[in-house]
């Protein structure tokens, strides 16, 4: 029997580990929401933009981990048609714009000798306050069909799914035995999740609208304006650009459809969108509560000494549990997802087969 192994949570983190896991591993993925409950909102994945837009960071991990991303969803939007990814160039591409408006200069732009296609933009085709702009590549997700073709590919690969929220890690045991490893992948939920406890989460709730359009180009704003238009697959496209950390309700409020609109018609070309709310052909709108994290994102390995009184974090004792934390993306899960996954399968292998695990 292999190494068995638990992940805890099923949002497209914890399905992309569970995937990357599966090959060597007994995997069990064990969530309290699960694909399919498309009218939840306790997770983010269903209502993501999901799309590869690069991080700009200083951090060589995350770096290589956006990377390896890219590079997966970039391959897959070649050879499977069925998963929900696209790569569109073009006419029948997609070409991203990045705008930035404040403290950015080219040296923080690390993408630009990595992805396809890759150039500035002129200063004197950037719109008005924007100081920075660059166009590339990229790849976009239908995050519905893509979370399907995950869950799919794990049942045929022998993963157990179970429907249980857990108030405190150490039930896993009781839900899963033999287990050798725990992957913490619960988003928001690493917030109250017992023996985990992160007090450095943060919700940020987010708000968008799905609309008809024949717009064909990802155009994105960062700074002090903070914008998006992210075509899909079927001829409509999601506006967004509301951030409202702390915020966790996840009704609808009409009263940003206004903002929502005015930040769209800021980043693209006249007559992309209409002047008012009432003209927008709108398909549906989304509320997604985002799982970010204060100091980044969480992945490393801990290991937690399980007693009936108390969870400390120790390096070694009886009832001890492997956990490797895979948590914090915020907005930008789908873009870390198969990166992060390959870097917690690495962990993982420390703790099954030793710290210098043969590549």
Request: aromatic share 8%; hydrophobic share 35%; glycine share 10%.
């Amino acid at each position: 029997m292999p190494p068995g192994v638990a992940v805890i949570g099923s949002g497209v983190t914890g399905l992309s580990v569970a995937l990357a896991l599966s090959r060597i591993y007994n995997v069990t993925v064990v969530a309290r929401d699960l694909v399919g409950d498309n009218e939840s909102h306790g997770w983010a994945s269903p209502w993501a933009g999901a799309f590869w837009r690069p991080h700009l960071t200083s951090s060589n991990e995350d770096i290589e981990i956006q990377k390896a991303s890219f590079r997966y969803m970039w391959k897959l939007a070649e050879s499977d048609p069925d998963c929900g990814v696209r790569v569109r160039f073009t006419v029948q591409r997609i070409i991203s714009i990045d705008y930035f408006d404040q403290d950015t200069d080219e040296d923080q732009v690390w993408y630009k000798d990595f992805i396809p296609g890759c150039k500035q933009i002129p200063t004197s085709d950037l719109p008005k306050d924007v100081t920075l702009g660059y166009e590339y590549q990229t790849v976009v997700i239908v995050p519905l069909i893509y979370l399907q073709w995950l869950k799919d590919r794990l049942t045929a690969s022998g993963v157990t799914f179970i429907r249980k929220e857990l108030g405190h890690i150490s039930q896993i045991r009781d839900i899963v035995p033999n287990i050798n490893v725990v992957v913490n992948a619960t988003g928001v939920g690493a917030k109250y999740l017992g023996g985990v406890e992160d007090e450095m989460v943060e919700e940020a709730r987010g708000q968008t609208i799905q609309v008809r359009t024949k717009e064909t180009t990802v155009i994105c704003r960062s700074g002090n304006v903070y914008a998006y238009s992210i075509p899909r697959l079927d001829g409509t496209a999601i506006i967004g650009g509301i951030s409202q950390p702390g915020n966790t309700s996840t009704e609808l409020d009409p009263s940003l459809r206004a903002d929502i609109l005015r930040r769209a018609r800021l980043i693209t070309a006249p007559g992309t969108y209409p002047d008012k709310v009432e003209d927008l052909d709108i398909v549906d709108e989304f509320v997604g509560i985002r799982p970010g994290r204060k100091g980044g994102v969480r992945v490393e390995k801990q290991v937690l000494a399980i007693n009936t009184d108390s969870v400390r974090e120790t390096g070694r004792g009886a009832g001890k549990m492997n956990i490797v934390h895979a948590y914090g993306v915020g907005g930008t899960g789908y873009k870390y997802s198969a990166g992060l996954a390959k870097r917690v399968a690495e962990l993982v292998d420390e703790f099954i087969y030793g710290e210098d695990v043969p590549l």
